[in-house]
Nanobody
Framework: QVQLVESGGGSVQAGGSLRLSCAAS?????MGWFRQEAGKEREGVAT??????TSYLDSGKGRFTISKDNAKNLYLQMNRTKPEDTAMYYC??????????????????WGQGTQVTVSS
């Protein structure tokens, strides 16, 4: 069982920055950040695989950076935030080996979420 605990959410004005963190109990092949606005479907924000290959939501390219460290922590640096970035952000992990982390469905492990609110 993989445990994921997010932190770092909060409120920021548009154009500002936030850094989300996720403490994982185990390192897995795929890790990622997802978000969900109220009343909408969850969408992928950024993923990173065992080898460090990253993928991003188009609207996040050039603004968001996903990274991880040797202590099994996952990060999402959010710069130049926009009101449309407002959502609950979830850390997720999947231990199935190989394949694309961005296109796979059904990540097995999820954190409890952290709210990000960007005001205009």
């Amino acid at each position: 069982q993989v445990q994921l605990v997010e932190s770092g959410g909060g409120s920021v004005q548009a154009g500002g920055s936030l850094r989300l963190s996720c403490a994982a109990s185990v390192d897995t092949y795929c890790m990622g950040w997802f978000r969900q606005e109220a009343g909408k479907e969850r969408e992928g924000v950024a993923t990173i695989d065992w080898g460090g290959r990253t993928s991003y939501l188009d609207s996040g390219k050039g603004r968001f950076t996903i990274s991880k460290d040797n202590a099994k922590n996952l990060y999402l640096q959010m710069n130049r935030t926009k009101p449309e970035d407002t959502a609950m952000y979830y850390c997720a992990a999947d231990d199935r080996w190989g394949g694309s982390c961005w296109s796979r469905s059904g990540y097995k492990y999820w954190g409890q979420g952290t709210q990000v609110t960007v005001s205009s």
